[in-house]
């Protein structure tokens, strides 16, 4: 009897675990670029479907390494880093760190705040393998795009006369330091672009054998009838 016992708990055990992963926290930039111009303001979100109060915003500086979010830097409220006024000395890494000061943590975003006049408008985060990617040039006055240069880790890759390069159908050997110059204006700084891998493809079950979820359900609900 103590062994049927065992066995009913372990199969309802099975019956009911979940295989859905956890998601990871999330480090997310309103407006979602990289680059900024003095004084601009910038969000900065963790987010996590898990523990979306449970988070704070990190970063590394030229001066300062690991210092929280309302610690010299922005205002946090809820996971969310508030920066009303970005410096130069805001240029840096930003991560999401767990409150518990446990090792999770989010992958890190490089922002750059330029006291010039140029900005190189790019992913904040990695795109993927096949997507088409938009660069943009933008001068601080005037406001519109104008013609700008683009180079890529230091070699000039086109003029484009609207001011804005399109990377078609990106791959591994598109990622690298990228930046822009207007002429009469200035040059940006540098933003690195990733690329991640596209996962592969996986073939559809063929249709004469039975979907293990199905078996696996019907065996255990048999068992069960069972005992």
């Keep these: ?9 372990f199969l309802i055990f099975l019956l009911s675990c979940s295989t859905d992963p956890v998601l990871p926290v999330r480090l997310t930039v309103s407006p979602s670029r990289s680059q900024f111009f003095l004084y601009e303001p910038v969000i900065l979100t963790c987010e996590d479907e898990n523990r979306s109060d449970g988070w704070t915003v990190r970063r590394n500086t030229s001066r300062e390494i690991r ?7 922005g ?7 508030t920066i009303s006024y970005l410096f130069p000395s805001d240029t840096g890494l930003y991560w ?15 922002l750059s705040v330029s006291g010039g006049s140029v900005i190189l408008q790019s992913p ?12 943009s ?3 601080k006055n005037p406001t519109h795009n104008l013609p700008a240069a683009f180079y890529k880790d230091g070699s000039f890759i086109g003029d484009e006369t609207t001011g804005n390069k399109i990377l078609n159908s990106v ?11 207007v002429k009469g204006h200035g040059e940006s700084p540098s933003s690195r672009i990733s690329v991640k891998e596209k996962p592969p493809t996986t073939s559809p079950p063929s249709s004469s054998s039975s979907p293990p979820s199905s078996s696996s359900s019907s065996s255990g609900e048999q068992l069960l009838l069972q005992l």
């Excluded at 791959?171 to 110059?181: T, V």
């Design 1 to 9: 009897m103590e062994g049927t016992s065992h066995c009913l708990i």
């Design 67 to 73: 210092n929280r979010c309302g610690d010299g830097f």
């Design 75 to 81: 205002n946090l409220a809820v996971s969310t880093c």
């Design 96 to 110: 999401c760190e767990s409150m518990s000061g446990s090792s999770s943590s989010s992958s890190s975003i490089q």
């Design 124 to 135: 904040v985060l990695p795109v993927m393998e096949g997507d088409d990617v938009t660069l």
């Design 137 to 139: 040039c933008r001068a």
């Design 171 to 181: 791959k591994k050997s598109d990622e690298g330091l990228y930046k822009c110059n």
